[in-house]
């Protein structure tokens, strides 16, 4: 007689979706495709795009098209498959790369990157990403706007600190006043934008209400992590990368170590610790302070600081979403066992 979680597994098998599963190596002039152990090329155009998206619908099977996180060129991409209504899966690179190095695959071209990816999704069975909304497209593409015109100034800043010409001073400092205005009508039009959706309103707002979390860090959240509330503390974390890996083997603990994640939202998190730092009391601080009573190295402290503040502010989500997504007057936050 077959047991009763064996056939759970083989019932939860047999009704997982099965697909096509199609690897594409992205770059901004081309599309490496590997379909059926074949691989073709398409120009990375919008009429390269759309005899992609013609050629994959043909077969039995759901196509899912796998590909590598490239930035602004896998955005676009993600955001013509969803306007098709084609399934996607954006990839880890880091992941991919020691998977084809597992394979025996040491060259790096972009047709074995494609085969690579493909054979990388039917092995881990992957499944689909939630489509994007319009407005989550445009919002992620305004907020990296305002978050490239931060990484400019700042580096200007620092490069102001070595320089002694005053007309170089001069040209420089005039920049950096520039980009800090415009940075700042930027925080204020994706503030306007994210209020002109009501759901979109009422999560932002609740995130304000978390310690130390401004305009800036809420509108990364919002842009980087709709994934926030919906899943477990474990996931979340993992998520963004700021949870802790063993590195064990036989009788040796090795150091733990964190690796991967969604890096805009890591770098938000951990500016908003070092800011509460500067504060001599608070939950953070205390938590901080006994991390480095006990002895763990800053970057250690640092990331477990972080670590514990995006956990409770996707409990205090999750709360707010189990209570049908309230008006931030009227939400009582609960604290399910």
Not at 44 to 70: C, H, M, W
Not at 210 to 216: V, W
Not at 275 to 292: H, M, S, T
């Amino acid at each position: 007689m077959i047991p009763q979680d064996i056939k759970a597994s083989k019932t939860d098998e047999a009704r997982a979706p099965q697909f096509n599963y199609i690897g594409v190596d992205l770059s901004k002039k081309t599309l490496d495709v590997w379909k059926g152990n074949r691989h073709r090329s398409y120009p990375n155009t919008d009429k390269g795009v759309a005899a992609f998206i013609r050629d994959i619908g043909k077969g039995k099977q759901t196509p899912l098209v796998a590909y590598e996180s490239t930035g602004c060129v896998s955005l676009y991409f993600a955001e013509q498959l969803d306007a098709a209504g084609v399934k996607r899966k954006v990839l880890v690179p880091g992941r991919v790369r020691h998977f084809a190095k597992a394979m025996g695959k040491e060259a790096k071209t972009d047709k074995i990157d494609s085969e690579v990816i493909t054979r990388y999704a039917v092995a881990n069975a992957v499944q689909p990403d939630t489509p994007m909304e319009e407005y989550e497209v445009a919002l992620r593409q305004r907020v990296r706007a305002r978050r490239l015109l931060t990484k400019h100034r700042t580096s200007l800043k620092i490069a102001l600190k070595s320089m002694r010409d005053e007309a170089a001073i001069e040209r420089i400092s005039g920049i950096v006043a520039h980009l800090e205005r415009e940075e700042k009508k930027m925080v204020e039009e994706i503030d306007a934008f994210i209020r002109s959706h009501e759901m979109l309103a009422r999560l932002y707002d609740l995130i304000l209400t978390e310690d130390g979390i401004g305009p800036r860090t809420a509108q990364v959240l919002l842009a980087y992590l709709p994934e926030l509330g919906k899943l477990n503390r474990q996931e979340i974390a993992s998520l963004v990368g700021v949870a802790p890996y063993n590195h064990d083997s036989g009788g040796r603990i090795g150091k733990r170590f964190t690796r991967y994640g969604r890096s805009a939202v890591r770098e938000s998190y951990f500016m908003v610790v070092q800011a509460i730092l500067r504060v001599k009391d608070g939950a953070v601080r205390q938590r901080y302070d006994g991390f480095r009573e006990e002895g763990k190295p800053y970057k250690v402290a640092m990331i477990a600081c972080a670590r514990w503040m995006l956990c409770r502010l996707n409990a205090k989500v999750r709360s707010w979403i189990e209570q049908d997504r309230p008006l931030l007057e009227q939400y009582e936050p609960h604290h399910p066992a």
